[in-house]
Each structure stands twice: as structure tokens, then as C-alpha cells.
């Protein structure tokens, strides 16, 4: 998207606010250049139209901004690798067997972005008429920071506030005008602003107070609603709740009354948050180290790796997953422990950490279709397996519960483990209340080195519900 500000008259205050607004917007809402990145010329170095194309970086040769030399894209980025500011942009394109380029009619590069300009167009405080482009991989947001920079600089143009449109033609040959600097019409209840900032305001007041923030407003419905008018530069209004804001805002916090509320309550901890703290120290006196996992995960870490292909049934899965890496809710907590332990493989042995966090599985009779239950589990890898290690584990974590070990009310090991996880003969079930509340046993050797681990492990896994209230 691009545009033209004509007749700008620059000073060195000017020039610099003009620098350091595009620095600010690269920062935030460009997301350091991963979604858009600016490019500003001075459009009486250069000679439309000008063509956006992708080519291989050995045939993109330019003098870039601020050097004396020509490079092709590839030593660029070399070169570049030293520059404190522009090597956190590089990995944006790198990678790419293409790079973007920005040509004139005269095949003069404007800019290679979002890494660098091109000297022959660079902008000074002589530079009367300014090209800007924006380039990105999100249309709406690239328009927004077109919206921004013209709105806030076209004041410095010849005739102030007047902004030089530019027609954008697609690879499918369809022609878009930018910028597009129509206002936008948000309507919102009085009732849910009262109600929101606790106040009693007509309309007409609320109205006023919102032309302290920049915005116009009419009231409609009787006086019921207003319908507000948004500007180009006030993107950030999204919604009815960014009217509400804007009105506390200009009434003023501190003038707000401070009442009682209706409802008086007292915080506390959950029961089961308490309970698994207890849990933590527990283990953390036991020598073992804390881990946090994720707990969404890919289909094949939470079972196929695993060799829980069949307990895929129980789990939480995402209609609509971004990434191949983040595609079920997990139903345990030994494929993340494992992963751990794999991305650190080259730490010294023994290797001793725990983690007591959710699972989720699915439940036709919960509000929701599925609940949380919270676990406990640890690992050890060392230069044997460790089975004595977790068994130990949970007969502490047994007796600190107050559980005893065998009778009515009591606990049992019992070898009856099915699962394919840990290695036959050397697993076990954890049972209590004749149901099975965990499992421990020496990790697979097929498990293990799918994680690229050679060394022999263990794991134990503990439901705690059942337990808090004991």
C-alpha cells in the first residue's frame, strides 16, 4: 500500500519525529517488521510506476542506505549480520529462495524489505515530496500504519492535511486505491456505558466527553445511544467496550465515586491449588526439578510417539489448529516430561524433574464436554533406569497424603500396567478405592529414542483429585 505527501516542509525536529514515528510503529504494531515494514523516499530521485517483485537475492544489486558500495542481496545479508539494529530483521527473509524488492520505471531499487532502503531515494531535510510504501503479510494492518503515518505528517504538507492517493495494481490486475482514510461509524448504548463506568450521563454529556478523545458522536434512539464516528487515527477502536473507555477516560478516574460493592467476598486459594503446592515442595525436597510444559501439543507427541495411538479418543482437539505443533489439549503429562528431557539431553545424569499441572479429557457430562484434572508426575534418567527411583516417589507422595500402604483403605502396586509406553515386566498401576489413580514404569527403549535419548528412564504419573480431600 502506498501514498504521497506533497510540498512537506522538513526541519531537523521534523525530519527526526518523522524517523523515529517509523521506528516506533516497526516496533509495535509491525511486530518488529514481521507483519509490516515501512519504506519512505523522496520521490524526486525516483520514477514511477513502481513494480513489488520477488527474485533470487544474487540479482538484486543496490547501494543500500547509509553505504558506499553496491551489494547483491546475499552478501547483504552478511554483511548485515554485524548491525546491532538490522540483524534482529534478517530471519524475516532469509531463509526465502526469493527476496522482496521494490523497483522504479528506471529499475532503481527503492528498498529490499523490511531490511533496508535503497541511498538513491533516501529522504533529507531538502526532500519536498515523500513516497511511502508499506509492506507486509497483513493487508489491514499494513493500512493502518499507511493511515497513521500520512494522517500524522500530511499536517507538514503544502495544503495541510492533504494526502496524494496511489493506485495499487494485484498480480491478478486488480486496481486498489490507497490510503483509505474513511471514518468509520461504531454505535454504543448509554445504558452499558453507565453501567460500565458507574456514572449517569445524558448523551449530550457523553458526546462531549468523547470530543476530548478525538472523537465525534451523535446521539440517536432518543438519546438512548450514540452513534460515534471514528477517524483513520484511532484504529485501536474496535469495540462498543473502546467507546466506554474513552468516555471513563475523559470523565476522569479520579472523579469516579468509590462505592461498597453489592457483593462482599473474600479470596482465597483453591483447594486444589493449595493441595498441589504441598505436592511441589514435596517432590522439590525429594531433589527433583520443576518443569512447565505445554499443554496443547501435536497428535503425534501426546500419542503416537508414545505409543498411545488409542487414547487419542479421550482427548480435546482443535477444530481449527494454526500449527501441526499445537493440535490437541494433552491427556497427560509424560509426553511433555519426555520432550523435556529430550531437548536436553546433553545435561548431566541424573536428570530428575517433575511436574504437577491439567490434563484434559473429554466428559459428556461436564458443562463443557470435557474436564481438568490435575497430576503429578516425575522423571528420572540416569545410567540405570531409576525404577526404584519413581516406585519411592510414590510411596512418599502416598504417605504424605496419608495414604497407607495395603488394607481396606489402603494402596497397592499392582503389575497388571497396560500401557505401551513403558516396557513389559518393569510397569505397574497405582491402584486405591479399587480404581486405578497412576502408573510408573521404565520408559520403552522405542519411546526413548524417538526423543533421541540413549540413555534408560522412568516416569510415574499420580492423579491428585481423588486424594484432596483425605
Not at 152 to 165: A, G, I, L, N, R
Not at 364 to 374: C, F, H, L, T, Y
Amino acid at each position: 500500500v502506498c501514498a504521497v505527501l506533497r510540498g512537506v516542509k522538513f526541519d531537523q525536529a521534523r525530519y527526526n519525529s518523522f524517523l523515529d514515528l517509523q521506528d516506533k510503529l516497526h516496533q509495535n504494531i509491525c511486530r518488529k517488521r514481521s507483519l509490516v515494514a515501512i519504506g519512505t523516499h523522496d520521490l524526486s530521485t525516483i520514477q514511477g510506476p513502481f513494480s513489488y517483485e520477488a527474485l533470487p537475492p544474487e540479482d538484486i544489486k543496490f547501494q543500500p542506505l547509509k553505504q558506499t558500495q553496491v551489494f547483491n542481496a546475499k552478501d547483504l545479508m552478511e554483511h548485515y549480520k554485524s548491525d546491532l539494529k538490522l540483524r534482529a530483521f534478517l530471519p524475516i527473509i532469509q531463509s526465502s529462495p526469493v527476496y522482496p524488492v521494490i523497483y522504479d520505471a528506471n529499475r532503481t531499487v527503492l528498498s529490499l524489505p523490511p531490511i533496508i532502503n535503497g541511498s538513491i531515494s533516501a529522504i533529507s531535510l531538502d526532500t519536498t515530496d515523500v513516497f511511502i510504501e508499506c509492506t507486509a503479510t497483513d493487508l489491514n494492518k499494513a493500512s493502518i500504519v499507511l493511515n497513521i503515518m500520512v494522517t500524522m505528517f500530511s499536517v507538514y504538507s503544502q495544503d495541510p492535511c492533504t494526502v496524494e492517493p496511489v493506485d495499487v495494481i494485484s498480480s491478478t490486475g486488480e486496481v486498489s486505491t490507497y490510503p483509505h482514510l474513511g471514518s468509520r461509524d461504531v454505535e454504543v448504548e448509554m445504558e452499558y456505558i453507565n453501567s460500565r463506568v458507574g456514572v449517569k450521563l445524558d448523551a449530550d454529556q457523553a458526546a462531549t466527553l468523547l470530543t476530548k478523545m478525538c472523537l465525534t458522536s451523535t446521539t440517536i434512539d432518543d438519546g438512548k445511544k450514540l452513534r460515534v464516528s471514528v477517524p483513520p487515527t484511532r484504529s485501536d477502536v474496535l469495540h462498543p467496550c473502546d467507546i466506554m473507555e474513552d468516555v471513563a477516560i475523559a470523565y476522569g478516574y479520579n472523579n469516579l465515586i468509590k462505592l461498597v460493592p453489592d457483593t462482599v467476598t473474600i479470596g482465597k486459594q483453591l483447594p486444589i491449588n493449595c493441595f498441589s503446592d504441598l505436592i511441589r515442595s514435596e517432590l522439590a525436597m525429594a531433589g527433583f526439578t520443576e518443569v512447565l510444559t505445554w499443554i496443547l501439543g501435536s497428535k503425534a507427541d501426546n500419542f503416537d510417539t508414545v505409543n498411545r495411538s488409542a487414547a487419542y479418543e479421550q482427548a480435546a482437539t482443535i477444530s481449527n489448529a494454526k500449527t501441526c505443533d499445537f493440535e490437541v489439549v494433552r491427556t497427560s503429562l509424560i509426553p511433555g516430561m519426555l520432550k523435556t528431557l529430550g531437548c536436553n539431553k546433553e545435561a548431566p545424569l541424573p536428570i530428575k524433574i517433575f511436574e504437577v499441572s491439567d490434563v484434559v479429557l473429554l466428559d459428556p457430562a461436564a458443562e463443557v464436554g470435557a474436564r481438568n484434572i490435575r497430576r503429578a508426575a516425575a522423571l528420572f534418567c540416569g545410567a540405570t533406569s531409576g525404577f526404584e527411583m519413581v516406585h519411592g516417589v510414590v510411596d512418599r507422595l502416598m504417605e504424605v497424603m496419608g495414604v497407607p500402604s495395603g488394607g481396606e483403605r489402603g494402596y497397592s502396586i499392582t503389575p497388571d500396567c497396560q500401557d505401551d509406553c513403558f516396557f513389559p515386566g518393569r510397569r505397574a498401576s497405582v491402584v486405591w478405592n479399587s480404581k486405578v489413580v497412576g502408573s510408573f514404569g521404565v520408559v520403552h527403549p522405542e519411546v526413548l529414542g524417538r526423543f533421541g535419548m540413549t540413555s534408560p528412564a522412568s516416569v510415574m504419573e499420580l492423579d491428585l483429585e481423588p486424594f484432596l480431600n483425605l
